[in-house]
């Protein structure tokens, strides 16, 4: 990886979409937006609202389907030279791996995210993501067709990450990936209904920072594959809080949003910081807290 | 951009007008801006403006902001010589010129009126007719009527009878009086729908720009949809500015 920032996905539809704003070559990877076996509409309208130092979305996974990605946007994003990943979803372990299967027959895309943690939509996502059994299930079936770098994205809405994480390790996982937003709500008084159309919705932006914080320390005490860490970095410095924690790389997502050139801007915020504490890389500093 | 000026045209309202040392890049009327609000630890996303006017000459770029929360609040606080942050332009805006001399009828309702100075405008440099018909609660809530009026005629309704005729702006007169090539709406849900049932039932084409919730604006998140004949699409990207046959709305 040129740099240790990647994009989150749904947040950075296929990088193309800010191609006007940042060199996506700049970007170590781009983990476009959530695609599944067949196509999906999304919930309804609304999807979105504003919190205190956030937001929540539900917006369902809405997406045209692998067979629409590799036939009209694969050939789009391939040539951008970075690592371009495809988050993976499904509804049920094969559909997981039937999807994955033909994310691996392309050139080009070195490694898939696997989601079983979105909190939006009914079946599958995250009711994979919140057990031991159901996520091992999930990440041994696409093991068997998937033969490339295979990342977890993991839920924290759950009691112990740290044991679904080492279940996703023992099943053949490459690294994970945390964390997927956390699932919250937010009433309209004078409606006295839910803000959003599905009522709940995933929980992003600078308010969750902590609890990723904390989920990746726990996950990195816990197993020895690689963590990617996400969850409300908006600059170098939440980004260091992560590799301190334990990550090896991280994500930015709703940070994307108030700035499309947020990227960028943090693996220079990195590299210098590394620089002004000595460090050569990354690597010196994954996990470094001390006791 | 930098604030070069700061109207009150109206208690709700604020006008900021904004240059920068840059040549403002091409904007399509329509289209709109994401304003980062600085300041305001709780607005924590963009809001998402439409352009109300561009003045190539001054270099100028007007944003007439009506204010709503918290966030809106803040940039009504904006003084001369502040700066702002802004993602523009962003969107697709209303249709270009179809042929010379067309007639086009603009009904704005509210803050819904602000992209139809710039379109107006753009109408009338082009070689089409414009025509403003503008609603309002009252007399005092109606917005830059005397611009509006340089650039072409202006009907007016108001819900109290303050102003032009009285009631909605489907109920004006010259509605059954004058024939027009095609209409373009901004404003108020509900005004948007009876105006696009007006346009049905008398055969004439029509565009809506709509308003969605939005967080990035760029088409990314796909939070700011809207169900179309072809699917749930980004109101950000795809439009904002739509034709009412792509929609699915009751007309």
């Known amino acids: 990886m040129k740099n240790p920032v990647m994009t989150a996905s749904g947040t950075f539809g296929y990088g193309v979409e800010f191609s006007d704003f940042v060199d996506l070559e700049e970007i170590g990877g781009i983990i476009v937006k959530g695609t599944t076996l067949h196509p999906r509409e999304g919930n309804d309208y609304p999807r979105m609202v504003e919190t205190a130092s956030g937001m929540l979305n539900c917006v369902g996974l809405q997406n045209k389907g692998v067979d629409y990605f590799c036939e009209h946007i694969y050939p789009e994003i391939k040539d951008i030279r970075t690592n371009m990943i495809v988050n993976v979803s499904g509804s049920s372990p094969e559909d997981y791996a039937e999807c994955a299967a033909k994310v691996n027959e392309l050139e080009g895309i070195p490694a898939i995210e696997l989601n079983i943690s979105c909190p939006n939509v009914k079946q599958g996502g995250m009711a994979f993501g919140v057990t031991t059994e159901g996520a091992a299930m999930v990440v041994k079936s696409v093991r068997k067709v998937y033969d490339k770098t295979l990342i977890v994205k993991l839920s924290p809405n759950v009691t112990s990450i740290a044991d679904i994480a080492l279940a996703v390790q023992d099943a053949g996982a490459d690294a994970v990936s945390l964390i997927n937003t956390l699932m919250g709500m937010v009433i309209d008084i004078e409606k006295r209904k839910p803000v959003l159309s599905i009522a709940t919705g995933g929980m992003s932006g600078p308010a969750v920072k902590p609890v990723a914080v904390r989920c ?25 809080e992560f590799f301190l924690a334990g990550a090896s790389a991280i994500e930015i997502g709703t940070a994307n949003f108030i700035d ?32 | 951009m930098r604030v070069k000026a700061v109207e009150y045209p109206h208690e709700w309202y604020v006008l900021l007008k904004l240059t920068d040392e840059e040549p403002l890049p091409e904007c399509v009327p329509g289209q709109f801006v994401e304003v980062k609000v600085e300041g305001s630890p709780r607005t924590f996303l963009r809001r998402p403006i439409s352009i109300n006017y561009v003045d190539r000459e001054k270099n100028e770029l007007w944003l007439l902001i009506k204010k709503v929360g918290e966030g809106t609040h803040k940039l009504a606080e904006l003084k001369v010589g502040e700066t702002l942050n802004l993602v523009f332009p962003l969107g697709n805006g209303f249709s270009l010129v179809q042929k010379q001399g067309e007639r086009v009828l603009l009904v704005g309702g509210g803050v819904g009126v602000a992209p139809l100075l710039d379109y107006g405008k753009y109408l009338k440099e082009k070689g089409a007719e414009p025509v403003f018909l503008l609603g309002a609660r009252s007399k005092n809530d109606l917005l830059e009527q005397e611009l509006f009026k340089e650039i072409a005629p202006v009907y007016v309704t108001t819900e109290d009878g303050s102003e032009g005729e009285k009631g909605f702006v489907t109920q004006h007169t010259i509605l059954s009086r004058e024939k027009f090539d095609r209409i373009s709406v901004c404003g108020p849900k509900p005004m948007m729908v009876s105006v696009a049932r007006y346009a049905k039932a008398t055969n004439t084409p029509c565009e809506v720009s709509l308003e969605n919730m939005m967080a990035c604006g760029l088409g990314a998140c796909l939070c700011c949809v809207e169900k179309t004949v072809k699917g749930n699409v980004c109101v950000c990207k795809e439009g904002p500015v739509f034709d009412i046959n792509e929609l699915t709305w009751d007309v």
Request: proline content about 4%.
């Open chain 1, 260 to 291: 499309p050139t947020v990227t960028v801007k943090v693996a220079k915020g990195i590299n210098e910081w590394l620089d002004a504490h000595g460090c050569h890389s990354v690597n010196e500093i994954v996990g470094q807290l001390n006791a």
């Open chain 1, 216 to 240: 990746v320390w726990q996950v990195a005490k816990a197993v020895n594959i690689p963590i990617v860490g996400l969850g409300g970095i908006m600059n170098a410095h939440d980004a260091i």
